[in-house]
């Protein structure tokens, strides 16, 4: 694979392309057998930005991929925009949900709510059943009911499949505990609502306490201007980088949650085989879309200032980062709740105008990134697959002085020096 991927570097090199949008990765390598690492420093070597999404495997910590300093890594935040849809619960307790249901249940009538496990088949668990996993649920329960399914296990949209092929009207998804307070919209095939942990486990005390408990779920109403945003996505990775923790990683945040993109009218919304909806775009969810956002901005600056190295350029996108929301407070995590940190975010969100004039920039040299690796231990040999000519280590190398717009430093023990080189790309000044 790594063959394919750096054949491809090449040819791309080989046509002139001014910024590489990587939404691929794989776990964290050591960059010497990290195909996407070598790649992209001889994509950097030419001039070329590598920006490339971090990984969806949050937010479990040290999970973060394309950890390489010369790559531009990319995590995922959420939107100020939502695509909300209310259950009413027969308490008339009402529940705020997400969704991208075409299908819809008439306003006020209220339908029989039941759990996944309440209405499994005989032969099969619980467990199965309250996942709502395919061929899990019995008709003769489920049918003209709203089916309350848990997150987990299967695909999310075929837990609606199940549901509507077991006869249900209507189905509520609630987060398990991991997915946290973060609720997605998803194109289900039957009326159905996405809800967060602490909102699910309500639904679900209210089942255990009624005797007949009841619900209905509104049709879907897009809402702008959501506060706070935005947050971290509980599903992105999370640094500090388990191959080298003294290069804080991730470098950035950029939406990437609920993102309209174009879609193949080859497969459907869901991904599912028994979903026969074809439509031009669908809302993505992940690294892969905060990715784009940020080569955008790459190319953006690419154009304004053509002379710019691509660490200049990833230093003024970062330097010009911000770690407040919408409400200026810090941003928050979304699978805790808590305030965010630079495992999370980085050096934070993009905001694309302030880097047109950082001001100052933090500038690396192709000989900067292969004395790097000298530190890092690499022979002549490992250096090889880098540097296109032999290239004499330096006798001595601190980390501490590599002119990284960021600061890491993984076991502080008293007092450490560390040096950077400011270089002014604005007005003259003191």
């Known amino acids: 694979m790594d063959a394919d991927i750096l054949a491809a570097f090449d040819a791309a090199i080989s046509d002139g392309v001014d910024v590489f949008s990587l939404s691929i990765g794989g776990a964290p390598a050591e960059y010497f057998e990290d195909g996407i690492a070598i790649g992209s420093f001889h994509a950097v070597k030419n001039g070329i930005t590598a920006v490339a999404s971090a990984g969806n495997s949050g937010p479990t910590p040290g999970t973060v991929s394309n950890v390489a300093p010369w790559i531009f890594t990319i995590v995922a935040s959420t939107v100020d925009r939502a695509f909300t849809s209310y259950i009413t619960l027969g308490n008339k307790k009402k529940i705020k949900g997400m969704s991208l249901s075409a299908t819809t249940l008439p306003r006020r009538k209220y339908y029989p709510l039941i759990t996944g496990a309440s209405a499994k088949l005989d032969d099969v668990s619980e467990v199965d059943a309250n996942l709502c996993e395919l061929d899990s649920l019995d008709p003769r329960k489920a049918k003209g009911k709203i089916v309350v399914c848990l997150q987990g296990g299967g695909g999310t949209t075929e837990k609606g499949v199940a549901a509507l092929r077991a006869g249900a009207v209507g189905m509520i998804l609630t987060n398990d505990k991991q997915s946290g307070n973060e609720a997605f919209p998803f194109a289900h095939v039957l009326p159905a609502a996405d809800v967060n942990f602490i909102d699910g486990q309500t639904i679900y005390a209210y089942i255990n306490a009624t005797g007949k408990p009841t619900a209905n779920i509104t049709p879907v109403k897009t809402v702008l201007g959501i506060k706070p945003a935005p947050s971290m996505a509980a599903f992105s990775s999370r640094g500090p980088s388990f191959i080298d923790p003294e ?103 993009v905001t694309p105008n302030q880097a047109m004039d950082p001001g100052l920039v933090y500038d690396l040299t192709i000989d900067d990134y292969l004395n790097y690796l000298c530190g890092r231990g690499y022979n002549t040999s490992l250096l090889k697959r880098f540097a296109t000519k032999p290239f004499a280590c330096p006798k001595s190398y601190s980390l501490s002085d590599f002119n990284y717009p960021s600061i890491s430093l993984s076991e502080l023990s008293g007092e450490v020096t560390v040096t950077r080189r400011a270089k002014n790309v604005g007005h003259p000044g003191t």
């Open 247 to 349: 290069i804080l990683k991730p470098d950035i945040s950029a939406p990437g949650v609920g993102i309209i993109a174009a879609f193949s009218l080859a497969s459907s919304p869901t991904g599912s085989k028994f979903d026969k909806r074809r439509i031009p775009f669908n809302l993505l969810f992940g690294t892969s879309m905060a990715c784009p956002h940020v080569s955008g901005v790459v190319g953006l600056l690419k154009t304004l200032y053509p002379l710019w190295s691509p660490a200049a350029i990833k230093s003024a996108i970062m330097t010009t980062a911000t770690t407040l929301d919408n409400e200026e407070k810090p941003m928050k995590d979304s699978s805790t709740n808590d305030t965010a940190t630079p495992f999370a975010y980085g050096a934070g969100e």
